[in-house]
């Protein structure tokens, strides 16, 4: 069995994990909140791209990227993020993403939402699907209960400690 330290530094760490997991899919719904009210710039298809990801067990999924330019404040940015998850749209079919695609020929103009406190941070939706609004909500939830969870086990295992003097103080006598 782990010593009681190290079982505590193992909580602590599962606990600092799941706090940032939760963060993070909290920050995504927050984002989409907030760019609903971004402003829009005109900009310009510069690139399509159809990638292929593989998973581990045999499922596949299809990125397609679609790169964009466009200008704030006379200066010039580029974005490959669909939505506010800020990551290319991802599709479970090829057929799908294909016609996804097509509709972005190079040269054609789509309007791009920016953050106004970031110019370079844009989309070309605003918010996100209801689908990975939901998946951020409860794997943010989910994240944060674990959290407590590893919390209230790191409070116990320190008591434990506390209990059994591993904690205590060592004192000199002279």
């Known amino acids: 069995m782990f010593p009681p330290a190290a079982g505590f530094a193992l909580v602590l760490l599962f606990a600092a994990c799941f706090i940032l997991g ?18 829009q710039a005109q900009g310009f298809v510069t690139s399509t791209e159809l990638r292929k990801r593989s998973f581990i067990r045999g499922g596949v999924s299809w990125l397609a990227v679609v790169t964009c330019e466009y200008t704030v404040a006379a200066a010039r940015f580029r974005t490959r993020s669909h939505d506010a998850r800020l990551q ?7 057929t799908e ?3 996804h695609l097509a509709s972005f020929s190079n040269g054609r103009q789509v309007s791009v939402y920016y953050d106004p406190q970031k110019p370079e941070r ?53």
């Not at 899919?25 to 971004?38: D, E, M, T, Y």
């Not at 290319?88 to 090829?94: A, D, E, I, N, Q």
């Open 122 to 174: 844009a989309i070309l939706n605003r918010g996100i699907p209801k689908r990975a609004e939901w998946i951020a909500l409860i794997l943010g939830s989910g994240a944060a209960a674990f959290a407590l969870l590893f919390a209230w086990g790191a409070g116990k295992t320190l008591r434990q400690m506390r209990g059994s003097g591993a904690c205590r103080a060592t004192s000199s006598t002279r």
């Open 22 to 39: 939760a963060w993070h899919q909290f920050n995504i719904l927050a984002r989409a909140h907030a760019s609903g009210s971004w402003p």
């Open 88 to 94: 290319p749209r991802s599709f479970g079919k090829r």
């Open 97 to 99: 993403a294909d016609e």
